[in-house]
């Protein structure tokens, strides 16, 4: 039913970092239960840990498995048992096994449909290291253990502006070589169909930002621009989709001239989240589209600097919820109409292969 509240798995995260500051925060509020059935995926006693340590009010259920979350409850997961050592703001080896169980565990649950969307609280993604997990963050493991093929898109996003990604965790030096016409293609033809579908919008407009400053300046600051982009531009117009530039990032944003897409395409991490960071302020939500999981997270870290010291905004967190409701509920709707197509009008006959478009009504039979 639409307006049943959605059950929403939340990763604690690093156990070290703001991650249970912000989720017990966020559900401080009764209010946000009649939208959602929070499971959160973690420790009982690391819950109480930073409950107690930060002076929150939020309790909780425990529960053992998924299938047990009662509506109208906070309810928390118990993935381990065990004693976790929590040091606010020290990264460990400890911690990053205690978010892995938490991850891994709600990847389990998806593929049983035990949770209908996915958020996750900030990882530290050295101490998460191992020999099951050798991946430069969420994105990349979620997409190896849920994508069924599919490729993942990073969109940062607010209620005004979403910024996707070509690359995403590459150093500087390797951002060149990643950046091929294909991989253009591939990354506006994800996002595209992730604006029609999980935002409803009927006809997207999609900005490409350059790589080089200036555009390249006609070839004197580089060729990517006329050899890739532009090339990659002309294919994706020739598929219907709209898509503009490149436009140099270095005033794109300042300009305003975000404002007249729905969605920019940026070449790097940096370029696209600088700017998005600096105008989004607190509710910035990273999204993962082109996925059977609906996934969100808020748009910052661990915080180390911070952890512990009960200062810590939720803002981004609880948009990052509201963010999951909204894309799950336009899924639905957009997927709705396709759910139960009509059944073909016309048969082919046996002895050509003309079709008969109608069904021919009975010949009546003679009094």
């Known amino acids: 039913m639409e307006n049943e509240p959605i059950r929403i798995a939340i990763t604690q995260g690093d156990t070290n970092g703001i991650g249970y500051e912000v989720i017990l925060k966020t559900f401080e509020d009764p209010q946000i239960l009649e939208l959602c059935t929070p499971i959160i995926y973690g420790s009982p006693k690391a819950a109480t840990y930073h409950r107690k340590a930060l002076n929150l009010q939020t309790n909780f259920s425990i529960i053992d498995k998924a299938k047990d979350a009662q509506p109208g409850r906070v309810n928390l997961l118990t993935v381990f048992d065990d004693e976790v050592k929590i040091e606010f703001g020290q990264p460990s080896k ?15 649950d998806f593929r049983s449909e035990l949770y209908d969307v996915l958020v996750t609280a900030p ?29 993942a898109l990073m969109i940062l996003m607010n209620s005004s502006l979403r910024v996707a990604l070509v690359t995403t965790h590459l150093p500087i030096k390797d951002v060149p070589s990643a950046i091929t016409r294909e991989k253009i293609v591939e990354k506006a033809t994800i996002f595209h169909r992730s604006l029609l579908r999980d935002f409803r919008i009927s006809a997207p407009r999609i900005a490409i930002l350059s790589l080089n400053p200036h555009g390249g300046d006609n070839g004197l600051l580089g060729t990517e621009e006329k050899e890739v982009i532009i090339p990659a531009i002309e294919e994706l117009e020739s598929q219907g989709i709209q898509a503009f530039g490149p436009y140099p990032a270095d005033g794109f944003f300042g300009s305003g001239n975000y404002r007249r897409f729905d969605g920019i395409l940026a070449m790097y991490h940096d370029q696209g989240l600088a700017p998005f960071k600096t105008l989004a302020q607190e509710d910035g939500v990273n999204y993962t589209a082109g996925l059977p999981i609906v996934r969100t997270s808020p748009d910052h870290g661990t915080a180390y600097d911070i952890a512990g010291k009960g200062v810590a905004s939720a803002q981004s967190f609880r948009q ?30 046996k002895d050509d292969s003309e079709k008969v478009r109608f069904a021919q009504p009975k010949p009546k039979k003679e009094q």
């Open 123 to 151: 990882i530290d993604k050295n101490s998460i290291q191992s020999d099951l997990f050798h991946f430069c963050g969420h994105t990349e493991y979620i997409e190896q253990s849920l994508g069924d093929g599919n490729q």
């Open 320 to 349: 990052a919820i509201y963010a999951a409701i909204d894309i799950y509920r336009n899924r639905m709707a957009y997927d709705e109409p396709f759910a139960d197509p009509l059944p073909k009008l016309y048969h082919e006959k």
């Open 94 to 108: 400890e911690a990053g096994e205690a978010a892995l169980k938490a991850l891994d565990q709600a990847m389990t």
